[in-house]
């Protein structure tokens, strides 16, 4: 019920309202506290990016302290991917880096432990990994990590223009931040060509769910919030 009025909020426009039945969601998901899996990770993907795009920082904070603390120890590889997915949308303060630290190495040795070749079916979960774990090392200041696994996310076949996207934001303000601003400008570019007329500059109406965007509607949100701090990052490089 949470997450069918959460949606339906969603695509009215109405935020605050899709955010309060989403904090619902998560109180109800923690009945089963011994759930570790990807399948108890997986709705958490929608809180972050509404909670930040109403201006709720200190409800994201909350909200992903929790989250971290209750999945530390997962050794669950899409679980640790979501978590820190959403917990790298906005800056994060060294308490957090560390926490996230054992969740990032879950998902880094995957890898090296189950790699499918960039054509296989299950190339879709690497590539948001990849994108997850550049995010993730953009955020804790190691630009050249961000680039390497910022380039290994898009290669993946069996991808989607939203997590190829994020990657050309990561791969922006890591290239800004290595003093490499042509490209910086230029990966930015490349994320907003992806894009194209589909995707509103403003989310003020909701997002069109029905239409022919393809992906998550949660994934959108983020790309847009990303894609805000990128152009606000690379703008200054124009001087």
Not at 9 to 25: D, F, M, P, S
Not at 120 to 147: I, Q
Not at 149 to 158: C, I, L
Not at 219 to 225: F, K, N
């Amino acid at each position: 019920v949470f997450r069918g009025l959460a949606d339906w909020n969603v695509t009215q426009g109405r935020w605050k309202a899709a955010a309060e039945h989403l904090l619902k969601l998560v109180q109800a998901s923690q009945i089963d506290k011994t759930d570790m899996t990807d399948g108890a990770t997986r709705e958490l993907l929608k809180v972050g990016p509404v909670l930040v795009l109403i201006g709720d920082t200190a409800g994201y904070q909350h909200f992903i302290e929790a989250t971290v603390a209750r999945f530390s120890g997962t050794q669950n590889a899409v679980a640790a991917e979501q978590v820190i997915k959403a917990g790298t949308i906005l800056p994060m303060n060294q308490s957090l880096i560390l926490s996230l630290e054992p969740l990032a190495k879950v998902a880094e040795k995957s890898f090296a432990d189950d790699a499918p070749s960039q054509y296989s079916k299950s190339s879709y979960y690497f590539a948001w990994r990849a994108f997850a774990l550049a995010l993730f090392e953009y955020r804790r200041g190691n630009y050249p990590g961000a680039v390497r696994w910022g380039e290994k996310s898009p290669a993946y076949s069996d991808n989607r223009p939203t997590c190829i996207a994020m990657s050309h934001t990561v791969l922006a303000m890591a290239c800004y931040k290595l003093n490499q601003p042509d490209r910086a400008r230029a990966e930015l570019a490349g994320a907003r060509g992806m894009i194209g007329p589909k995707f509103p500059n403003e989310l003020d109406n909701g997002l069109p769910i029905s239409s022919d965007l393809s992906g998550i509607w949660h994934d959108w949100v983020e790309l847009h919030i990303l894609l805000r701090e990128a152009t606000a990052l690379v703008a200054e490089s124009k001087d």
